[in-house]
């Protein structure tokens, strides 16, 4: 995977792939743990914190002195950090448990600007089991493998096939109805919605145009972090429920441009009935 790969997307690619050869044959045990009386679900934890412990050190070893805010370890390194990682090492990890080729390895890369603030400077997005990899950095566009991705160009509901995620365990009920709020708004309209399991990979979907949009509540940074700048390199808009940053309020709302708005009120609205 040499092709046109900027040196910190060539270190994010070498750590996806290392980590990957060990899940993926941890993914294969699952299957047969599956039938297992114990089942594989302390097996698949420990196979997500050694996957989180390889991207660690291969990433600190390329680029020492980066932070780190990872799904399993919370936040490390310098709170005033200029680049960080935010990692999420195995996304979809209920997939993964259930023996679905589903789940990805996602890494993004937020950058400090000279005012302070930050952005997403690049992402990877790596789907092992169907060697998958969906990368971007700021500027020069999104890519899956060796091909330029652009959003969808569909106009229309009616044609929109939209990803999310429906709550579960134990989430507020604020959460829940805002979700089914929005749903019932949506069900009409649309040609269909999904719910596959892994946000990355939700992003990377709609940065390819295989979804039209993707909204979630109560999101993870680690779980959009990369999915962000793919989207917005293949011309899509992401946003929170209203024009904020998702990384910061945890609420999704990615879109291709013409669809984007729509699914966004959809979502607002169902937020703002429960007041
Ligand atoms: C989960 C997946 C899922 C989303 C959940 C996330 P994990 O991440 O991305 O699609 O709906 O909100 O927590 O736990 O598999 O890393």
């Not at 999915?227 to 011309?235: C, F, H, P, S, T």
Request: aromatic share 8%.
């Amino acid at each position: 995977m040499a092709f046109r790969l900027s040196p910190h997307l060539t270190v994010m690619a070498n750590a996806a792939q290392k980590a990957s050869k060990r899940l993926l044959r941890d993914f294969a045990e699952v299957e047969q743990l599956q039938v297992s009386v114990k089942g594989p679900s302390d097996f698949v934890t420990q196979a997500d914190l050694r996957a989180e412990q390889t991207l660690k050190e291969e990433l600190n070893k390329a680029r020492p002195g980066y932070a780190f805010l990872m799904e399993e370890s919370g936040a490390s390194g310098s709170d005033n950090w200029s680049w960080r990682w935010v990692v999420d090492p195995l996304d979809g990890t209920t997939n993964f448990l259930h023996g679905m080729p589903h789940w990805a390895i996602s890494i993004g890369l937020e950058k400090r600007l000279p005012d302070g603030t930050t952005e997403v400077h690049a992402g990877l997005v790596y789907a092992p089991a169907v060697d998958e990899m969906f990368w971007a950095e700021k500027g020069t566009g999104a890519f899956v493998n060796e091909r330029r991705l652009r959003v969808s160009a569909r106009r229309e509901m009616s044609e929109a096939i939209f990803a999310t995620g429906i709550p579960f365990g134990a989430v507020s009920a604020s959460r829940r109805q805002s979700f089914s709020r929005t749903l019932a708004t949506l069900m009409p309209q649309v040609a269909g919605i999904r719910r596959f399991g892994s946000a990355a990979l939700d992003m990377a979907w709609v940065a390819h145009g295989r979804f039209d949009g993707y909204w979630e509540l109560g999101i993870h940074p680690w779980d959009i972090c990369a999915g962000v700048i793919l989207v917005k390199e293949a011309g899509g808009y992401v946003t929170d429920v209203q024009e904020g940053d998702p990384l910061a309020t945890n609420n999704i709302v990615a879109g291709n441009p013409h669809l984007h708005a729509k699914l966004r009120e959809a979502v607002a609205e169902g937020m703002v009935r429960l007041a």
